[in-house]
């Protein structure tokens, strides 16, 4: 679907030029068509709903998402889009509250930049995204809409449980120091990592 087309009467025209290979019954030739002739478009009454979720990446902080149409790149709302760690009972759960939409958002596929807050978060919840069993995308219509502005089915008709992650990056890069705090009147050391760390 071409994004800059506005689906509204006065968007698209037909041109055709060469006229070789249209014939009719009678073996006569279509005419070339160099004015344009207006398409009459009709939306969609379908509202588009999830197809797959296709990926998360807990390492690089991405989440992959398909859906049944091509959606509006304006209407995306990320901090509409929750993940859980169960199809029937929410269990752990975390909203985003903000990131970015990093691919072509106006096809059905679609890939999700966690903001690092978000992703830090995430990572201190043991029983969240942490294998393609406890993790589960769930939004309500006000997610998104498809290029007609039909807005999404929510997660909570659609079929989760036949949508089970495809795809778990797990986290495998090492926590760096970014900073560090002696307090000689205490005799602490407070020492800051660029992501949540586990004592040993």
């Not at 689906?7 to 006569?28: E, F, H, K, Q, R």
């Not at 985003?96 to 990572?123: H, M, R």
């Amino acid at each position: 679907l071409v994004d800059n087309l506005n689906p509204g009467l006065s968007s698209i025209y037909v041109y055709y030029t060469d006229s070789t290979n249209i014939m009719d019954a009678g073996m006569n030739m279509l005419p070339a068509i160099d004015v344009g002739i207006l398409i009459s478009i009709i939306s969609s009454p379908l509202n588009p709903e999830i197809s797959g979720f296709v990926e998360f990446d807990l390492n690089g902080g991405f989440v992959r998402l398909s859906f049944s149409e091509a959606i509006s790149n304006t209407s995306l709302t990320i901090t509409e889009l929750s993940l859980q760690s169960d199809f029937s009972s929410p269990g752990s759960t975390y909203t985003l509250t903000g990131g970015e939409c990093i691919s072509p958002c106006s096809g059905s596929n679609i890939t999700l930049a966690i903001a690092l807050e978000d992703l830090n978060k995430i990572k201190l919840i043991e029983d969240l995204c942490t294998a393609t069993t406890n993790c589960v995308p769930s939004f309500p219509s006000a997610f998104l809409t498809d290029q007609f502005g039909n807005p999404v089915i929510e997660s909570a008709i659609s079929p989760l449980e036949s949508l089970q992650l495809d795809s778990f990056v797990p986290d495998t890069t090492s926590p760096q120091l970014v900073d560090f705090e002696l307090n000689l009147s205490t005799d602490e050391l407070t020492l800051t990592f660029d992501e949540p760390v586990r004592a040993s």
